[in-house]
């Protein structure tokens, strides 16, 4: 089974390219195919074009190899910051580009697009793993998780993903090397749970 893995943050050899890491050697260990972006070493634009709003027409030969890879793999794992709550640009862009209907989802005959669609995602289990700053209480307390809510509710729920889990790791700024062991453990965990040996 291939599993695609999706990296979004700008500095190599940040925390969160060491959790990609865990998790691609965590994968292939398990004798899975990985099917690896580094959305940012990749240069990918996060631009949404007029040509991407076109039912069908995929015209760009870089969305259409991600698509694919959407489309084809049997889960996912997505490894980003929480920036201001949200995903990074890059990675907003990628969802509006990649995450398509007709690839991601589409809506029932005679649904003009304000019903609930039909997932199409093959792959039925995700993992986001997210870094942050901001304490764990202060982000579920203060800010209400929005994370949670944009990645199990209105993008995998939507798209028809039904096993999904998220976990974030901080605080990063303080943390020792130590504590970062720790969590890359959880890492390889969190994987081996989700794509046990084949």
């Known amino acids: ?5 999706v990296l979004a943050h700008p500095r190599p050899g940040s925390f969160n390219h060491a959790i990609a890491e865990s998790a691609c050697r965590a994968l292939r260990g398990n004798g899975y195919e990985v099917l690896f972006h580094d959305l940012c070493a990749e240069g990918f634009d996060p631009v949404l074009k007029p040509a991407d709003l076109e039912k069908g027409a995929i015209s760009d030969p870089v969305i259409a190899q991600h698509c694919r890879a959407l489309a084809e793999c049997g889960g996912m794992i997505v490894v980003h910051p929480n920036w201001w709550g949200q995903p990074p640009a890059i990675l907003k862009g990628w969802i509006d580009r ?8 589409e809506f029932l005959d005679g649904d003009s697009g304000e019903g609930i669609p039909r997932g199409l995602l093959a792959g039925k289990s995700a993992l ?10 202060r982000e579920r307390d203060i800010f209400g998780e929005p994370l949670e809510s944009i990645w199990k509710k209105c993008i995998f729920g939507f798209c028809g993903v039904t096993n999904f889990c998220r976990k974030t790791y901080g605080v990063i700024v303080t943390s020792t090397p130590q ?8 890492v390889i965990v969190t994987v081996d749970s989700f794509y046990p040996k084949t």
Not at 98 to 105: E, F, K, N, S, T
Not at 179 to 186: A, G, P, S, T, Y
């Open 179 to 186: 504590q970062r062991k720790v969590w890359l453990d959880d």
């Open 98 to 105: 990649v995450v398509r209907p007709g690839v991601a989802y």
């Open 1 to 5: 089974m291939r599993v695609l893995v």
């Open 128 to 137: 986001v793993f997210n870094t942050s700053d901001t304490p764990a209480e």
